[in-house]
């Protein structure tokens, strides 16, 4: 899984034989993108255009290094292609445009490499059918929170705070739905604005940020974006949220406002999004389980905590899942389910029409 952050590849080793329903984490390990490919990512996934040969190379470039990492993953382990049934790779993002007039979502990391070097039967491109199915191709980690995750005691929200954050609501009855979508901007802002300001890769437990001080002009102007009014389903990514978007809503804010304040205000800016999503979809749930880089951000729990008054806010390690790879392990939980024909994703989560076997397969190279 790489995800919207753009920090490196999490590579989750699973074991789905024992029951239904449940997920056996056998190993997992974060792989840091080189420099220069972290680089040429984000400069394309900023720039939104780019010469036609730069991305093909780069969609090889990609494949390349994640099965260089998971080869890497299986001999620490002392495992060998054998012992693997395939490999779920979502890919990074490029561009996600499902509202459009000829929707779709294009991630990279190219399959047929990664098929190639490992030997191992490859699922990649899970976003798309969906999306032809008249869904958002996203979230899909729903279904797999509701496998995993859900509970005939009580309701719970599973919140997944990574570039973007999105919500699953996991019913207690049966005969209610699943509902999950995109909540907003996770970290994606917050990495971007230390990165400029303070050189870092992200704020480390939240430490800069909770020594300034949200600005509620700027996170009024920041929540009047019409996203966050919109309906559901809908999803969304760095193509909305990004550096510039920001720097929009600086200017309109029209006022000088200290570095450390922005920090403190793009919590909010996600907290906010978060809790008043679980207050208007999902307020029956009473413990909201956190996933993804944010549960690492101390300021940021701290903050939901305070905005989710009366609710029990924690992380999936409660619920036997360490949170770093939850959507590492949702994404061989799909591979999964595409190997046996079954459905992906949830039509009540995505606005698809009906339920669809995601993904495209690459065979390894032993056919019978």
Known sequence: MSGTS???IDIAITDFSSSAGTCSLIAAQTFPFP????ENLSELIQKQHCKLSDLGQLDIKLGQFISLCIKQLLSQQQLDAHD?????SHGQTIFHQPDSDYPFSMQIGNGNVIAEETGITTIVDFRQRDIAAGGQGAPLVPAFHYELFASAQEDRAIINIGGISNISLLPSDNNRVVTGFDTGPGNVLLD??????QHQTYDNHGQWAAS???????LALMLNEPYFQQPIPKSTGRELFNMAWLDNKLSALNKPITAVDVQSTLVELTSHGIAESITKFGDTCKTVFVCGGGAHNDFLISRLKSLLTGKHVTTTEELGLHPDWVEACAFAWLAYQTLHQQAGNLPSVTGATHPVVLGAIYVSNECS
């Open 6 to 8: 753009l920090d490196g």
């Open 35 to 38: 420099e220069q490919l972290r």
């Open 84 to 88: 693997i049934t395939a490999i779920g």
């Open 192 to 197: 971007g604005w230390i990165l400029r300001n």
């Open 212 to 218: 300034g001080k949200c600005n509620d002009d700027l």
